[in-house]
């Protein structure tokens, strides 16, 4: 080792590389399912903040497997271990959320994709997610998907019957514009 050798910058760990893209149904008013699961009411998620819209109305997935996707083309305006939001290309401001309570996890079962103010388009992966471990921990696992500038539009529906089975990338949420 020369002299100058101990100045020189360490390598950077790898970055984790996500997995691949999936085909999606998103449109400038449609948001489409995080995941592959079970559509509920957002009034059916087991939290009284989700469940009373308190974010925004929306609905939420029980998933199937332990990947989250994009659900509409945007920004990413913030992350959180267990949460992303995003802002759509057509203004939408969307959470996407995993879990009741998990954000007592601290990261922990959760592994992003995705940071702040990366450009990401829909069926983009953005997290990974350790189902087995949140269930562990004692938390519910459903998938949020909120529109917390919900008060902008004159609606925000079920874009499919609540109970259906959708994959990832399926249309879930249609957007009514005033």
Known sequence: MGLFDMFKKKAEPAAVAAP??????????????????KVIKMADVPDPVFGGEVLGKGCAVWPEDDLVYAPCDGKVTVTMGHAVGLQSDSGIE????????TVNMNGDGFEGF???????????????IDRAKIAAAGYKDCVVVAVSN???????????????????????????RK
């Open 114 to 128: 995705v940071k702040a103010d990366d450009v990401v388009k829909a069926g983009q992966p953005i997290l990974k």
């Open 150 to 176: 919900t008060a902008e539009f004159a609606d925000v529906e079920l874009a499919v019957e609540a109970e259906s089975a959708v994959a990832a990338g399926d249309a879930i949420v249609k957007v009514v």
């Open 20 to 37: 691949a893209s999936i085909s999606a149904s998103a449109g400038a008013d449609v948001l489409c399912s995080p995941v592959k699961g």
């Open 94 to 101: 969307v959470l996407v959320h995993v879990g009741v309570d």
